[in-house]
């Protein structure tokens, strides 16, 4: 159950061109967040593979939050779209899988907005805090 | 090839003098690393990894220690992931056999207790160690540059960027879809600070750019179809037919003297004037070519008249001529398309389209100057009567979040220019209704001071309401401004005769259809996106499209003649290099293990995969791929892998943040 003292391990995806430069400048404005997300580069949010998603859960992440250009923003024109579709079969799939809601999100981010990145980044650590931890795997977990 | 008991990792974490030691304990995670990661031969931390004391360091291990792998923990790869790769490369690595990880921008700069950042720091490392490890060694992809430019939108950057291109030697097509160059300077009566008139400055680079041995001018014309990539770009441009064979017109003007048919110039005059069916724009128009308005020519509507062809000396009127699809290839494209102005009638309140005399800031240029519809009288819309007061509205449409939060940037000095205006001509009392003014620019602020001086009234308020609603005597017949005066606390009614509201400057309407064809975004205001706002203003996320003047952004005649300058100087460059190289980012299909099901043959905007009828497969184009990724990860048979980004390297990665491999080995 959750309980005091459980930092939950995010696993984050975000897009080369909009996103992580949206981290960038997070980090540029010295804007403190939580620490909890670890993320991962891709070129374009079209790259997440639900796999990705899928094996992050699996070695023992809580949580993977995903994020890209804005819908019409999208670097490679439109690709951003193709995540958006792939996100709501996976929810649908994670969900009959038994994982909650609010574990797996997809957000948008410009590369201006780094404040808005660490807001978002904020609200999902606290609602996987609330979930507690995933323990998809037990023995992956010292 | 599982490289991963062969591979020989370096690691370098870097202080960046304090920026990430002060919060991430360096020393310590370089130690860690060393003794945990796998495959780490040697890990280091340095004071500052880009200096050339840091790169040399690299260079010194690859060569002495055999490194085959390099991963540097530091800043944001945006910034040095070059500068590294370029040392791994002096060395004798190949540079994508290079990884960097930030624990800057990501770790010491958001996060405070050290504890916590040191352990994410290896977390990120961790991950970056056994991403590196699966990295393949990529050739980058050369192109050659056709020295051929498109420039797209024949206003004061276009063909300010135009005219430098063609005088270096390489041949311009510039593209504009009205019958004329000019674009909205054109209109103008006077620019600022210098009062210089516009069409006097305007018209010789018209002339020059029109006139150039290198340049193609297609002018009521448009881009249809972009294909190809930078250095190789094929461009379908639709000439539309003027119904004048132009190697017969001599421009003598008969056929728009003799045309019966007239039409309200919505464009050029902006609704002020008239134009005849077949018009050239305005007088000095290049090309000096008429076009006919079909949809207003009696001869196209109700096939009667034909008074041009009767009266043209030359018989150069051709009924009969269709549009032409040209296509040319280019090796670079400049858009330089311009603005729209905010529509006015959005702010009701304002009165304007329903309150006659009310007027947008282009109407106004047009009354005042000489050669528009009342020969530069500054009078009210009955054409005669001389306004007495009147008030001039800054930000109308702009730094309101009603409509669009951004200014405008040229309406405080473009407002301060018609109340110059207006006083010279009319000697009527001027207001000018302000939120602040913004004159940054050189001798901008000067020019400010003169108008004060010249007895102009200002007053500090964003107008609230234009009505004709008289309540208080002495305003009958007048238009009432109410404002409330902040300087002095109060709110006021000030009736005037006459009001100019200076509209703001937005996208053109369809900014986005054309971003869309040239592969560029435009951002949530719509101007075209640069690739970076400070650093990078004239280049877009494209390679080989440049951006320049106010399709980028509202800016004023200096700034746009800047950016066209810019961009043509980008475009030079990239020509004499002759060839460049394309990140080796790319995704490729396994003929083998290909089934055929074109899945991912939807996926690519770039057109760079194909099904391969014969053979029943599917193949991407290295040069027209982008790299995004999407098909790899479309293809549910894995036949589709993506360098730099393959599903190796990110599962690593995800095992590496983790700290999977590190946990199993803590339990065994």
């Known amino acids: ?142 | 090839m599982k490289r991963l008991d062969e591979a020989r990792v370096g690691v370098y974490v870097c202080h960046c003098g304090s920026n990430i030691s002060a919060t991430v304990d360096v020393e310590n995670v370089a130690k860690w690393a060393g003794e945990n990661l796998p495959n780490v031969i040697c890990a280091r931390d340095n004071k500052f990894m880009c200096s050339s004391l840091g790169q040399e360091l690299i260079e010194k291990d690859i060569k002495e220690q055999g490194l085959t792998r390099v991963v540097v923990a530091a800043c944001s790869p945006h910034l040095h992931e070059a500068t590294f790769r370029g040392a791994c490369q002096r060395a004798g690595l190949n540079p994508y056999l290079f990884d960097m990880v930030s624990i800057r921008e990501q770790v010491s700069w958001v996060i405070s207790d050290r504890a916590i950042a040191t352990e994410k720091a290896k977390a990120l490392i961790s991950g970056g160690v056994r991403r590196v490890i699966h990295n393949e060694p990529l050739e980058p992809i050369l192109v050659d540059i056709n020295p051929n430019v498109l420039v797209v939108g024949g206003g004061i950057a276009g063909i300010q960027a135009a005219l430098e291109i063609a005088d270096s030697g390489s041949h311009v097509y510039l593209v504009e879809r009205e019958p004329s160059l000019g674009g909205h300077m054109a209109q103008f009566d006077k620019t600022f600070p210098t009062l210089d008139c516009s069409a006097c400055i305007l018209t010789p680079k018209m002339y020059s750019a029109g006139n150039h041995k290198n340049i193609t001018l297609l002018t009521y014309s448009e881009v249809e179809k972009v294909d190809g990539f930078i250095g190789n770009f094929t461009v379908k441009i639709r000439q539309r037919a003027r119904k004048v064979k132009i190697e017969l017109c001599t421009g003598c003007g008969a056929c728009e003297e003799k045309c019966p048919k007239k039409v309200v110039d919505d464009v050029f005059e902006a609704g002020l004037g008239f134009r005849k069916a077949i018009y050239r724009p305005f007088p000095q128009a290049v090309p000096k070519y008429p076009v006919i308005d079909v949809e207003n020519c009696t001869f196209f509507q109700r096939g009667t008249c034909k008074a041009c062809e009767k009266f043209c000396p030359t018989g150069a009127i051709d009924f009969k001529q269709e549009d032409e699809i040209i296509t040319v290839n280019v090796g670079n494209v400049i858009l330089a398309t311009g603005f729209d102005l905010f529509d006015s009638r959005r702010i009701p309140q304002y009165g304007y389209g329903r309150l006659a005399n009310v007027f947008t800031s282009l109407e106004f240029e047009r009354l005042s100057n000489a050669a528009g519809p009342t020969g530069g009288k500054v009078v009210l819309r009955d054409g005669v009567t001389v306004p007495q007061s009147v008030a001039i509205v800054h930000c109308a449409g702009s730094r309101d979040r009603n409509y669009n939060k951004y200014c405008s940037a040229i309406c405080c000095m473009q407002s301060l220019k018609f109340a110059h205006l207006v006083k010279e001509r009319t000697g009527a009392r001027v207001y000018n209704f302000y939120i602040d003014i913004r004159t940054s620019a050189k001798a901008y602020d000067e020019f400010y001071q003169h108008i004060i001086e010249e007895g102009i009234l200002f007053v500090r308020g964003k107008v609230a309401e234009v009505t004709d609603a008289a309540r208080l005597s002495g305003e009958e017949g007048k238009l009432i401004v109410q404002v409330e005066d902040t300087l002095v606390g109060k709110q006021r009614r000030i009736p005037v005769d006459m009001v100019i509201l200076s509209a703001g400057l937005e996208p053109r309407h369809d900014a986005k259809e054309v971003g869309k064809k040239f592969g560029i975004s435009c951002s949530m205001d719509g101007w075209f996106i640069e690739r970076h706002p400070k650093l990078d203003p004239v280049a877009t996320m494209t390679d080989g499209i440049f951006i320049a003047g106010a399709c980028q952004g509202p800016k004023d005649i200096p700034a746009a003649v800047s950016q066209g300058a810019a961009a043509a100087a980008r475009v030079q460059g990239l020509i004499s290099q002759r060839q460049i190289s394309l990140e080796p980012v790319r995704a490729s299909v396994d003929a083998e293990k290909c089934s055929g099901c074109r899945i991912c043959n939807t996926m690519c905007p770039f057109n760079a995969i194909a099904f391969l009828a014969d053979r029943q497969v599917t193949e991407i184009n290295p040069a027209l791929c982008q790299g995004c990724g999407t098909c790899v990860s479309a293809c549910p048979a894995g036949a589709i892998t993506g360098t730099h980004f393959s599903n190796e390297q990110i599962m690593a990665q995800i095992e590496g943040v983790l700290m999977l491999d590190l946990r199993q080995m803590a339990m065994a």
């Open chain 1, 1 to 142: 159950m959750p309980g005091n003292g459980f930092e939950p391990v995010i696993v984050g995806f975000t897009c080369n061109w909009c996103s992580y430069r949206a981290a960038d400048t997070a980090g540029m404005a010295r804007i403190k967040y939580a620490p909890n997300v670890r993320l991962i580069r891709l070129m374009c949010s079209g790259r997440l593979d639900p796999q990705f998603v899928l094996k992050a859960l699996a070695e023992g992440a809580d949580a993977v939050f995903i994020s890209g250009c804005h819908p019409g923003d999208c670097h490679y024109i439109e690709q951003n779209y193709k995540t958006m579709r792939r996100y709501e079969l996976l929810k649908r799939t994670l969900a009959q899988l038994g994982i909650e809601d609010g574990r797996v999100k997809l957000v948008w981010a410009s590369a201006a907005e780094g404040a808005i990145l660490a807001e978002e980044i904020n609200k999902m650590v606290a609602e996987v805090k609330a979930l507690g931890p995933l323990n998809w795997k037990l023995e992956a977990r010292s």
